[in-house]
């Protein structure tokens, strides 16, 4: 598949159950947020597309033994895949197991256009808690914030608020980390006190109401660019302006 740029989703959801329906809802509400996709494919050891005739079937029947297997667009030079993992309890906030959905696209002006319907798509089809969309460099970036052990740094190399493991925060409502585009169920949302009209004008500005209630809200105009030293200060200001982030509030 190919290897250019890449944008990167994932929401965290309850874990799947069996009979469950979310993975076809999801395929679905990828096809209908983007005009022209077709999550028809699974792909083959070798990495090449595999036509699923059935696909909704096929679906079901992975979710009758709690999977959801990758699926994919068919098209090798424009990759689009989405799959579903389970984070176990003892890894996972509140000690609940999770369904991590994960989405990978490629970082072009067609996606970017389409990112806020695609996150909103998959998270409210997966009845997610939170979630996000980022480009390639978030995951080092996230590494870097995390706090492994009681001496870690106070900061992040970048300047940025070191965050707890997940399965130290208290519930699955609280969001890990801030992402480029971010997803927030009712719950997360109440979790951080969002929104705040005194406080929260700016990104209300750039956030829309979900049908469940929810927020897909923007931290910055353009993806995530760490190197930018305005988008790490956007960054900054939103950890500080959320302090339940990450589990910061419970220190």
Not at 227 to 242: D, K, V
Request: charged share 20%; net charge negative; with cysteine.
């Amino acid at each position: 598949m190919t290897t250019r740029s890449r944008l990167h989703l994932t929401v965290y959801a309850p874990a799947m159950g069996q009979d469950d329906n979310r993975s076809v809802a999801v395929a679905r509400g990828m096809e209908l947020a983007l005009a022209g996709l077709s999550m028809a494919w699974r792909l083959s050891k070798e990495g090449h597309p595999i036509a699923l005739p059935q696909r909704d079937a096929w679906l079901a029947e992975a979710a009758t033994r709690r999977k959801f297997p990758m699926l994919c667009n068919g098209d090798e030079s424009y990759a689009i895949t989405v799959s579903g993992l389970e984070t176990p309890a003892s890894q996972a906030p509140g000690a609940r197991p999770l369904l991590d959905v994960h989405a990978s696209l490629p970082l072009d002006a067609r996606i970017i256009e389409h990112a806020v319907p695609l996150l909103m798509a998959i998270a409210e089809r997966a009845h997610a808690y939170w979630g996000h969309m980022s480009e390639d460099a978030f995951g080092l970036e996230i590494s870097e914030q995390l706090r492994r052990s009681a001496d870690a740094p106070n900061v992040s190399p970048r300047g940025l608020p070191m965050l707890e493991m997940p399965e130290h925060l208290r519930s699955p409502a609280i969001p890990h980390f801030l992402g480029w585009l971010n997803y927030w169920s009712e719950a997360a949302a109440q979790a951080i006190g969002f929104p705040d009209a005194a406080r929260d004008s700016e990104l209300l500005s750039r956030s829309r109401r979900t049908p469940s209630g929810g927020w897909v809200v923007q931290l910055t105009e353009a993806p995530l660019d760490y190197g930018n030293p305005e988008h790490i200060e956007a960054l900054r200001r939103a950890y500080e302006r959320f302090p339940a982030i990450g589990g910061r509030d419970s220190r």
